[in-house]
């Protein structure tokens, strides 16, 4: 069946780094683009970044440009999301979603989610 598993959130100080991870199962990957989301406490879900799944063209929400970086294996059917320079406001429950070949297109898979903390 259709799977997506994050992976790689955890608990950070203001100012570091860390990567997620989005293990894609189920589906022919190399169609999809794939989308990574969050959500934090009392806030709607934002769209944070996407690859699309031909071109590599990548996208992101002004608040994280320059600090995020988002890439595909697609030998293995993972993206990445590299997120340096964290700061408390980018606290949030983290998503991947896969929408056929468009970042804009539907958003039909989604993954279970992994939480990101930035505190002190």
């Known amino acids: 069946q259709v799977q997506l598993v994050e992976s790689g959130g955890g608990l950070v100080q203001p100012g570091g780094s860390l990567r997620l991870s989005c293990a894609a199962s189920?589906?022919?990957?190399?169609?999809?683009?794939i989308g990574w989301f969050r959500q934090a406490p009392g806030k709607e879900r934002e769209g944070v970044s996407c690859i699309s799944s031909s071109n590599g063209n990548t996208y992101y929400t002004d608040s994280v440009k320059g600090r995020f970086t988002i890439s595909r294996d697609n030998a293995n059917n993972t993206v990445y999301l590299q997120m340096t320079s964290l700061n408390p406001e980018d606290t949030a429950v983290y998503y991947c979603?896969?929408?056929?070949?468009?970042?804009?297109?539907?958003?039909?898979?989604w993954g279970q989610g992994t939480q990101v903390t930035v505190s002190s």
């Open positions: 189920g589906f022919t990957f190399d169609y999809f683009a």
């Open positions: 979603a896969a929408a056929y070949e468009s970042c804009r297109g539907e958003y039909d898979y």
